[in-house]
């Protein structure tokens, strides 16, 4: 049962890291949507001092599913599959909102790996994945330079390079 449920979610690993890099090309290459984030008064693409990083990003999902492969391809029920499965559908999640210019549609894509997760009936690799979303996703609300905080009711909070907190209402 271990064997199918590996294959079946190797197979979505790849759809996501296809997707992943579908959407790094289609917003870094072609520069898709990038009027709509203008319009939106959103940055349009990420500046190019970024594009090492966005590489990089690109490139843990792609190696973890490789990984995931070789051992699947060894023994078809080693112990560190669904690991190495969670670890790929995690930060393929994460490539394809980096790719994506950070845009809010692609942050669904969070939900759509945690209800994956679940097709392995382990809490353990649901936790460990909704953990790394926390901590990747709280990180940049509170410490990245000028980003727009929350908005509750009439305020809104912005945090400057100092990391000081100024609140408008």
Same mark, same amino acid.
């Given at each position: 049962m271990q064997e199918k449920k590996n294959v079946i979610m190797l197979v979505f690993s790849v759809v996501v890291v296809l997707l992943s890099v579908f959407i790094h090309y289609m917003h870094c290459g072609i520069g898709w949507l990038d009027m709509y984030l203008l319009l939106s008064q959103t940055a349009a693409s990420q500046p190019a001092s970024l594009t090492p990083l966005l590489n990089l990003i690109l490139i843990i999902p792609i190696l973890l599913l490789a990984a995931a492969s070789f051992l699947y391809w060894k023994n078809k029920a080693h112990q560190f599959i669904p690991v190495l499965i969670m670890l790929a559908l995690t930060f393929g999640s994460i490539s394809i909102i980096a790719g994506g210019d950070g845009m809010v549609e #692609?942050?669904?894509?969070i939900f759509m790996?945690?209800?994956s997760l679940a097709y392995f009936e382990s809490v353990r690799l649901v936790v460990i994945s909704t953990i790394?979303?926390?901590?990747?996703?709280?990180?940049?609300?509170l410490y990245d330079s000028g980003t727009f905080m929350w908005n509750r009711g009439l305020s809104f909070?912005?945090?400057?390079?100092?990391?000081?907190?100024?609140?408008? #209402?």
């Open positions: #692609y942050h669904f894509s790996v945690l209800a790394h979303f926390y901590f990747s996703t709280s990180r940049r609300l909070h912005i945090i400057d390079d100092s990391c000081r907190i100024f609140t408008f #209402y």
